[in-house]
Each structure stands twice: as C-alpha cells, then as structure tokens.
C-alpha cells in the first residue's frame, strides 16, 4: 500500500504537495477538487486594507518571472469572514500567511488568526521590518528570533516560518527561527531582482525591483533547503522554481518533507494535481512504500560542515 | 469604512468551471498586412462562452521565442455547431510571434473561458460599438450575439488605412451598419466621431455603447455616455500572469462611489462600467 502523507510536525498531509502563499486563492476551485492537494496555503494577508504596488506588477524573464505584488489585502475581517469559511467545506488543512511590519502587530495579527478552520500559520517574515531599517525580518537571525518569539507566545497553532534567500546567514537565521520556537520552515521567498527595457530604459516593474520565481530561482532555494535541512530538527517545506515531478522528488531527497508550488501552477494550473498522481506512481516503480523513504536521501558522502553550509560559490 | 476592493468571489455552483484544453489547430493565416487570424478545433465544453471573455494561451516554443507566462486573449469567434475558437491577433511580441509559428495539425494549450464578458439588457435595443483597429475583435463576438438577440447594431470602426479596417465584411454581414473611419481620409479625428455619435442619437437613438483599448474613445464615449445618460461598457486589458484570479498582477484603477478601487480585469472584468473606467 503506497503511503503518500507525510508529517509536518504534529500536521499529516494526505500528501506532500501544496501550494506557495500568493499563487493559490479560492478561485484554483474551479480548475480542480482542492482536496486533491495536501493542503491549502493562502495570500499573504495584513491587518489592515492595503492596495499593493503599482503595475506592471509581473514581468516574464527568460524561462521564469519576476513578481512586485505588494500584498494587497482585504484586512484581518473580511478574511475572517470569508475566506476561512470557503475552506471549511475542504478536508485539507488551511495554512493561513500573515504578515506585518513590526513584532508586536505580528503577533496581534497572529493571534486574530488562530482561529478554528485554521490549522498553522504561515509568517511571511521576509517582507520589511519597518522598525528595524526596513530589512525583512528574515534577513538576519537576531530580528528573525525576536519576532518568531513574539509569534510563539500570541499563538498555540503550528507556525511556519517563510525565510528569505535575500540572506547571507540562511543557516543563521533558520537555528534563530527554531529556537525560537518555528514549527517547520518553508525554504523559501523569492529573491530580489530586476529586469529594465532596453527601449524604454525603464524597468519593466512598476516597483522597480521585485521577486524572482520560476525554474531559473529552483537551484538557489534547493541549496536553501538543503542547508536549512541540514541544520535544524524542525521539518523543512521546499518552495521555490518547482515546476515538475521531477522538481518535487528533488526537493525531498535533498531533505524537504512537502513542497509548495506556485509560478508553475500560472502555466499549468492542475499542475499539483499531476505532480501528486506522478509522485505515486513514481514511489510504485521505485519500489518505495512512503514518501519518508525519500525525504533527505541525498547521497552527499561525508562531506564537511565547512562545505555544506557554505554561503559563497566555490 | 468602505470597501477598498470587491469581496472574495463566492465561489458556489452557478460559478462556471475553467477548463485547460489542448486544441487542434485547423488554419493560421494572415488576413490583411498586420492580423492572423487563428481557427482551432475545440471541444464543446470551452465554447460556452459570452461576448468579451477571454482565453489565457499557452503560447508554443520555437527557436528563439520561448514565452514563458501565458498570454490573455480576446474571443474573436466561437461556434459550437461548428466546434471552432477564433483569435484575430497582430504580432506585437514574443507570444504573438510564437503564435504565428504555428501551423495546421499543431497543438495548442488554453485555458478558459474566462472573465465577465458584455451584457446586453433587454431594453437596450438600439447599439452602438466603437473601436480602433484590433479593439475590433473583441466587440465581434458582440455583434454576432446582437444578432442572435435581433439588436440594431451599428459600429464606429476607426484605424490608419482600409487596408487595415479589419472584419469589416464580416460586421456587414451580420446586418451591423458599418461606419469606417481612417486617419488616411482624415475622418478618425474624436471631433468627427463625436459629430458622427451626436447624429446616431439625435435620429435613431442609442440604448447602450461598447467600446475596448483606445483612451480617446472612452473619454468621448464617457462624456457622451454622461450628457446623453446613455450606459456603456468597455472591454480593458492588463498585463496577467495567474489570468483567473489568484495573483493579483492584472489590477486597474476604477471610480466606484467617489473611492478609486483596484479591481482584478482578468475577474471581475475584463468587461467594466464605462463611466468607471479609467485610462491609462
């Protein structure tokens, strides 16, 4: 008997496969059943109305994209009101992402959503600090610590830490967020990026810079991944540039236990759907019973800490 | 306080589903100097679609062109007795040029329908549609529901020379009363079509306007609209990566109850209010 679930914490998912916060809504119901998915993972929301950034808000770049969004929110109430319901009638867990520009509304907003219908909550904690330099908190392990401490006590749910791959301290700042009491890490945000038209000279973002996503981003948060895996007990999501079966079997073997997708599903929308029938049958020709027998098999021989945690190209 | 942004859409049973099809494609050819027009062999269950909706298309691979995010693109035709979709695009980029590699027997991914497309009420029986150029294809499927619904129709079709009037003949056949403006005849001025509006009102009446894509025709058509009190609709575009919903990148600014709101085109339009739209 194939076993797809797998363990995030004290959270089983049916299976592995999910998707990225900010690529999934409510709307993904009308292309497919969203309980063939392992869970749910919504945008990002604020506690206040915020309208995002302006357009172009997307650009394409060879083979993936760049994103400035901004996290337009409808505010902490209308999600309440209604989005958390729409879940309810799915059996998937709802992962709820929240956000906020310091510590203390962090945590109140955390708070407001610990509500029933929610089973963790996701803290995007790689958009800015306003309090500290503007920096995301997830750019550095001291603010990286001091807000998840704040989220640990405004909450009693499983908490997800987003990191950033804008970071020269990735294992750094993922031991902060497990000391601090994170329940998984989901490895990672996008990385900050720019294109410019070289007819206009202007950038091709309305906000000048913005996030890259897509297969070109996958090798840099698999490395992330890997490393954060490597160092911390807590389980690790894998996100960033998968696009196929093979992408999610890699993530696993290289020590994720799920993975979120989200700019492939823009390009094939029951792209999850696929990935999660194409992983069982690839466990039923390898021969393997569960996921777990995949999860941080890399064969990386015996290699120095020195090596796997390093932050600098070679 | 009010709403900054429409509610999250209540996604019940009377929501359509989106269907992801890989068609067949039956021509692809040029029909004057700068369009294609597009036939695919498409299944039933994707052409029950309103006028002004919208497919997102997995624009195919070939050498050097390699788009990446699919592309929004207006229904200019679709016929369920004949099992046919019809998209009339210029190449104006990588997508569209990617499109124009594609040759009788090929595949191609859409998705869709997708949008809110143009309602035509019950008592609007006189119509009025005004476009410039490639705008044209998005009001066709219009004129052939106008039909359908036995709607006098007539359209204001604006472009740079009658070598590039497109779809003009097919307007005509419809039964539509075709008034064809060039700037080589120097008669597309807003001046003219306003004079033009003007005398259409005055002798038959008009019930309703629709129009897309041009800025200078929606703030006439918006000021003719207010001092006649007559109601519109326009068909925008936005540039979409996710086009149902989900990413919130296609979002344009609308007058709404003396707010200005961000709404999504690719789901609560790409059809909007004309007196709410603005230009950009």
């Given at each position: 008997?194939?076993?797809?679930?797998t363990?995030?914490g004290?959270?089983?998912?049916k299976?592995?496969?999910?998707?990225?916060?900010g690529?999934?809504?409510?709307?993904l119901?009308?292309?497919?059943?969203?309980?063939?998915?392992?869970?749910?993972?919504?945008?990002t929301?604020?506690?206040?109305?915020r309208?995002?950034?302006?357009?172009?808000?997307v650009?394409?770049?060879?083979?993936s994209?760049?994103?400035?969004?901004?996290?337009?929110?409808?505010?902490?109430?209308?999600?309440?009101?209604n989005?958390?319901?729409?879940?309810?009638?799915?059996?998937?867990?709802?992962?709820?992402?929240?956000?906020?520009?310091?510590?203390?509304?962090?945590a109140?907003?955390?708070?407001?959503?610990?509500?029933?219908?929610?089973?963790?909550i996701?803290?995007?904690?790689?958009?800015?600090?306003i309090?500290?330099?503007?920096?995301?908190f997830?750019?550095?392990?001291s603010?990286?610590?001091?807000?998840?401490?704040?989220?640990?006590?405004a909450?009693?749910?499983?908490?997800?830490?987003?990191?950033?791959?804008?970071t020269?301290?990735?294992?750094?700042?993922?031991?902060?967020?497990e000391?601090?009491?994170?329940?998984?890490?989901?490895?990672?945000?996008?990385?900050?990026?720019?294109?410019?038209?070289?007819?206009?000279?202007?950038?091709?973002?309305g906000?000048?810079?913005?996030?890259?996503?897509?297969?070109?981003?996958?090798?840099?948060?698999?490395?992330?991944?890997?490393?954060?895996?490597?160092s911390?007990?807590?389980?690790v999501?894998?996100c960033?540039?998968i696009?196929?079966?093979?992408?999610?079997?890699?993530?696993?073997?290289?020590?994720?236990?799920?993975?979120?997708?989200?700019?492939?599903?823009?390009?094939?929308?029951?792209?999850?759907?696929?990935?999660?029938?194409?992983?069982e049958?690839?466990?039923?020709?390898?021969?393997?019973?569960?996921?777990?027998?995949?999860?941080?098999?890399?064969?990386?021989?015996?290699?120095?800490?020195?090596?796997v945690?390093?932050?600098a190209?070679? | 306080?009010?709403?900054?942004?429409?509610?999250?859409?209540?996604?019940?049973?009377?929501?359509?589903?989106?269907?992801e099809?890989?068609?067949?494609?039956?021509s692809?050819a040029?029909?004057?100097?700068?369009y294609?027009?597009?036939?695919l062999?498409?299944?039933?269950?994707?052409?029950?679609?309103?006028?002004?909706?919208?497919f997102?298309?997995?624009?195919?691979?070939?050498?050097?062109?390699?788009?990446?995010?699919?592309?929004?693109?207006?229904?200019?035709?679709y016929?369920?007795?004949?099992?046919e979709?019809?998209?009339?695009?210029?190449?104006?980029?990588?997508?569209?040029?990617?499109?124009?590699?594609?040759?009788?027997?090929?595949?191609?991914?859409?998705?869709?329908?997708?949008?809110?497309?143009?309602?035509?009420?019950?008592?609007?029986?006189?119509?009025?549609l005004?476009?410039?150029?490639?705008?044209?294809?998005?009001?066709?499927?219009?004129?052939?529901?106008?039909?359908?619904?036995?709607?006098?129709?007539t359209?204001?079709?604006?472009?740079?020379?009658?070598?590039?009037?497109?779809?003009?003949?097919?307007?005509?056949d419809?039964?539509?009363?075709?008034?064809?403006l060039?700037?080589?005849?120097?008669?597309?001025s807003?001046?003219?079509?306003?004079?033009?509006?003007?005398?259409?009102?005055?002798?038959?009446?008009?019930?309703?306007m629709?129009?897309?894509?041009?800025n200078?025709?929606?703030?006439?058509l918006?000021?003719v609209?207010?001092?006649?009190?007559?109601?519109?609709?326009?068909?925008?575009?936005?540039?979409m990566a996710?086009?149902?919903?989900?990413?919130?990148?296609?979002?344009?600014?609308?007058?709404?109850?003396?707010?200005?709101?961000?709404e999504?085109?690719?789901?609560?339009?790409?059809?909007?209010?004309?007196?709410?739209?603005?230009?950009?």
């Amino acid at each position: 008997m194939l076993d797809l679930t797998t363990k995030i914490g004290t959270l089983k998912l049916k299976n592995p496969i999910m998707p990225a916060s900010g690529t999934f809504s409510e709307d993904l119901a009308r292309v497919f059943d969203l309980d063939l998915i392992g869970a749910h993972v919504t945008k990002t929301i604020t506690r206040e109305k915020r309208s995002g950034n302006p357009t172009p808000r997307v650009c394409e770049v060879r083979g993936s994209m760049l994103n400035s969004i901004g996290i337009p929110s409808k505010g902490v109430e209308a999600f309440l009101a209604n989005v958390i319901p729409f879940y309810a009638q799915y059996d998937a867990p709802l992962i709820v992402s929240i956000s906020a520009g310091s510590a203390d509304e962090f945590a109140s907003l955390c708070e407001d959503v610990s509500v029933p219908g929610v089973a963790a909550i996701e803290v995007n904690i790689s958009c800015p600090n306003i309090e500290e330099d503007g920096k995301a908190f997830a750019m550095r392990p001291s603010t990286t610590e001091a807000v998840m401490r704040k989220l640990r006590n405004a909450t009693d749910l499983p908490l997800w830490a987003k990191l950033t791959p804008n970071t020269g301290e990735t294992t750094e700042v993922a031991k902060a967020a497990e000391a601090a009491g994170a329940d998984a890490l989901v490895v990672s945000n996008t990385l900050l990026a720019m294109a410019i038209d070289i007819h206009t000279r202007r950038p091709k973002l309305g906000n000048l810079m913005g996030g890259l996503s897509g297969p070109a981003f996958k090798p840099i948060a698999l490395r992330m991944a890997y490393q954060c895996a490597k160092s911390v007990d807590i389980p690790v999501i894998g996100c960033g540039g998968i696009s196929n079966l093979e992408d999610v079997i890699e993530y696993l073997i290289a020590g994720a236990v799920a993975v979120q997708v989200g700019t492939a599903t823009f390009i094939e929308p029951k792209i999850m759907v696929n990935m999660v029938e194409g992983l069982e049958a690839y466990l039923k020709t390898q021969g393997l019973q569960t996921v777990s027998q995949l999860v941080g098999s890399v064969d990386d021989g015996e290699v120095s800490d020195g090596l796997v945690f390093m932050e600098a190209a070679p | 306080m009010r709403t900054m942004a429409l509610e999250t859409p209540d996604i019940g049973d009377e929501v359509k589903p989106i269907h992801e099809v890989d068609c067949v494609v039956k021509s692809n050819a040029p029909v004057n100097g700068e369009y294609r027009l597009l036939v695919l062999d498409a299944p039933l269950k994707i052409l029950d679609c309103e006028p002004g909706q919208f497919f997102h298309l997995l624009c195919p691979i070939s050498g050097n062109l390699q788009p990446y995010l699919r592309r929004p693109m207006s229904i200019y035709g679709y016929y369920p007795d004949k099992g046919e979709l019809h998209f009339l695009y210029k190449v104006t980029g990588e997508g569209t040029a990617a499109m124009a590699t594609m040759k009788k027997g090929d595949t191609f991914n859409v998705l869709g329908p997708l949008g809110k497309g143009f309602d035509i009420l019950p008592n609007w029986q006189n119509l009025l549609l005004v476009a410039r150029g490639v705008g044209l294809a998005t009001l066709a499927p219009l004129a052939l529901e106008a039909r359908r619904l036995n709607r006098n129709l007539t359209a204001i079709c604006s472009a740079r020379s009658k070598s590039v009037l497109m779809s003009l003949d097919y307007f005509r056949d419809l039964g539509v009363n075709v008034i064809a403006l060039t700037d080589e005849e120097a008669t597309s001025s807003v001046g003219n079509m306003r004079r033009i509006i003007e005398a259409l009102i005055a002798n038959e009446g008009v019930d309703a306007m629709y129009t897309c894509g041009s800025n200078r025709i929606l703030k006439l058509l918006q000021d003719v609209g207010k001092s006649h009190r007559i109601p519109g609709q326009i068909a925008l575009e936005q540039q979409m990566a996710c086009g149902f919903g989900m990413c919130q990148c296609c979002v344009r600014a609308f007058h709404r109850e003396g707010l200005i709101v961000n709404e999504r085109v690719c789901t609560e339009g790409p059809v909007f209010d004309l007196q709410e739209a603005i230009g950009c």
